[in-house]
């Protein structure tokens, strides 16, 4: 395992590794072995129940509530940091991923006086600089010590002013802990529309077993086979095995989902004369063309779950990262494709769409040029993407 190390003080960190084996351990699982607390990320490996042997190399920090001059005084926190700020505050450092994915990376904050933990999307974060604060609410530690398991959506700015992506915290009490870790190796790369998602299915999965009760699995029609099945010469559950342990190919199939979606819908319309996905880094995902007309691009983009207000979705409508030097970057260009197209699953849980023209989205107010992120999908937003379509044809 080759991941950058940190010394840290074995006395300050101690209490985080106890938390997590302690919680490990309260859900019956079988500590293997544990990394010692003075080096940081914290390395655990451990059995589960049902005989599943599992690791997490946990980026874990202490989270508290101290009043600060200037900030709220219901505000929580974690600082993500570990060294010097003098000499590692300057770095970007990168969040391990297992290449092989038997081990689940962690980026999470633990209260250990008030007894839980919170939790980012170390995907999302890496790479990271140390010496950054991971704020949330009173009002989400309520929520997590009343239920147990709790999500929620984070804003925040960088510091030229300038908003970040939106991304999800999930909270939980000790005895959720191996549920998160399960959800953490789940959610890997999903967009945060739908790692909300995930993580509400998880508490409702919470709640079932809570009461006792069993969650119905799906029904599977007896005797059925798929064609691939068939061909590969495996079952249905062996080949979702397959991609399960894969990492380069369950990525792929979670990367492709919407847009496999989006693109057997626009393929349906039988006045497009082509359709056809681009898999080029940095491209638009999809172009179709109608017969005479110029080709038109199109970029697919997964809501939030939450909405706002008046119950319009939420579309976080920027790059992951911007360009170094150039913060407005992180932010899309009307010219870089024509059509936007929204993907309600997040919410819906149903693969549908809705449609714009980018050139008729509003401008970003502090970067001229720029499509804002904070998009409204709303009743302006077309279900029948060929208008749209026909629209940026003939512009």
């Given at each position: 395992?080759?991941?950058?190390?940190?010394?840290?003080?074995?006395?300050?960190?101690?209490p985080l590794v106890r938390f997590m084996r302690e919680a490990l351990e309260a859900s019956g699982c079988r500590i293997l072995k544990a990394s010692e607390p003075d080096h940081a990320p914290f390395r655990l490996t451990f059995e589960?129940?049902?005989?599943?042997?599992?690791?997490?190399?946990?980026?874990?920090?202490?989270?508290?509530?101290?009043?600060?001059?200037?900030?709220?005084?219901?505000?929580?926190?974690?600082?993500?940091?570990?060294?010097?700020?003098?000499?590692?505050?300057?770095?970007?450092?990168?969040?391990?991923?297992?290449?092989?994915?038997?081990?689940?990376?962690?980026?999470?904050?633990?209260?250990?006086?008030?007894?839980?933990?919170?939790?980012?999307?170390?995907?999302?974060?890496?790479?990271?600089?140390?010496?950054?604060?991971?704020?949330?609410?009173?009002?989400?530690?309520?929520?997590?010590?009343?239920?147990?398991?709790?999500?929620?959506?984070?804003?925040?700015?960088?510091?030229?002013?300038?908003?970040?992506?939106?991304?999800?915290?999930?909270?939980?009490?000790?005895?959720?802990?191996?549920?998160?870790?399960?959800?953490?190796?789940?959610?890997?790369?999903?967009?945060?529309?739908?790692?909300?998602?995930?993580?509400?299915?998880?508490?409702?999965?919470?709640?079932?077993?809570?009461?006792?009760?069993?969650?119905?699995?799906?029904?599977?029609?007896?005797?059925?086979?798929?064609?691939?099945?068939?061909?590969?010469?495996?079952?249905?559950?062996?080949?979702?095995?397959?991609?399960?342990?894969?990492?380069?190919?369950?990525?792929?199939?979670?990367?492709w989902v919407a847009e496999r979606h989006l693109v057997e819908q626009l393929r349906a319309l039988p006045e497009l004369e082509e359709c056809r996905p681009l898999e080029g880094e940095g491209q638009p995902d999809v172009e179709v063309?109608?017969?005479?007309?110029?080709?038109?691009?199109?970029?697919?983009?997964?809501?939030?779950?939450?909405?706002?207000?008046?119950?319009?979705?939420?579309?976080?409508?920027?790059?992951?990262?911007?360009?170094?030097?150039?913060?407005?970057?992180?932010?899309?260009?009307?010219?870089?494709?024509?059509?936007?197209?929204?993907?309600?699953?997040?919410?819906?849980?149903?693969?549908?769409?809705?449609?714009?023209?980018?050139?008729?989205?509003?401008?970003?107010?502090?970067?001229?040029?720029?499509?804002?992120?904070?998009?409204?999908?709303?009743?302006?937003?077309?279900?029948?993407?060929?208008?749209?379509?026909?629209?940026?044809?003939?512009?």
């Amino acid at each position: 395992m080759e991941y950058r190390t940190y010394s840290v003080q074995r006395h300050a960190r101690e209490p985080l590794v106890r938390f997590m084996r302690e919680a490990l351990e309260a859900s019956g699982c079988r500590i293997l072995k544990a990394s010692e607390p003075d080096h940081a990320p914290f390395r655990l490996t451990f059995e589960v129940p049902d005989g599943e042997r599992m690791g997490i190399v946990a980026y874990a920090f202490n989270a508290n509530q101290r009043e600060t001059k200037n900030r709220p005084e219901d505000e929580h926190r974690f600082q993500v940091k570990y060294g010097s700020e003098q000499r590692e505050g300057k770095e970007l450092h990168e969040l391990w991923q297992d290449p092989y994915e038997l081990y689940t990376t962690l980026l999470v904050g633990i209260n250990t006086e008030r007894g839980f933990f919170v939790a980012a999307d170390p995907v999302l974060h890496s790479p990271t600089r140390f010496f950054i604060s991971m704020e949330y609410k009173e009002e989400h530690v309520q929520a997590i010590e009343e239920s147990g398991w709790h999500a929620w959506e984070r804003e925040k700015r960088d510091q030229s002013g300038l908003e970040e992506p939106t991304e999800v915290l999930v909270g939980g009490k000790p005895e959720q802990f191996l549920e998160y870790v399960r959800f953490e190796r789940a959610a890997k790369g999903l967009s945060q529309g739908h790692r909300s998602l995930l993580a509400d299915k998880f508490g409702d999965l919470s709640a079932i077993r809570k009461a006792g009760l069993e969650a119905p699995g799906p029904a599977v029609e007896p005797g059925r086979l798929h064609d691939l099945a068939a061909e590969f010469e495996l079952t249905t559950d062996e080949i979702l095995d397959l991609i399960q342990s894969a990492p380069r190919l369950k990525m792929a199939v979670r990367g492709w989902v919407a847009e496999r979606h989006l693109v057997e819908q626009l393929r349906a319309l039988p006045e497009l004369e082509e359709c056809r996905p681009l898999e080029g880094e940095g491209q638009p995902d999809v172009e179709v063309r109608l017969p005479g007309q110029a080709p038109v691009l199109i970029e697919c983009k997964n809501i939030l779950r939450d909405t706002y207000a008046d119950g319009s979705y939420k579309l976080d409508f920027q790059r992951t990262r911007a360009a170094k030097g150039d913060p407005c970057s992180r932010y899309y260009a009307p010219s870089e494709f024509q059509v936007a197209a929204a993907c309600l699953h997040p919410r819906t849980e149903q693969w549908e769409f809705r449609y714009a023209l980018t050139r008729e989205l509003d401008e970003h107010q502090k970067c001229p040029g720029r499509i804002s992120n904070r998009v409204k999908v709303n009743q302006g937003w077309a279900s029948n993407p060929l208008d749209i379509i026909r629209s940026a044809s003939q512009a």
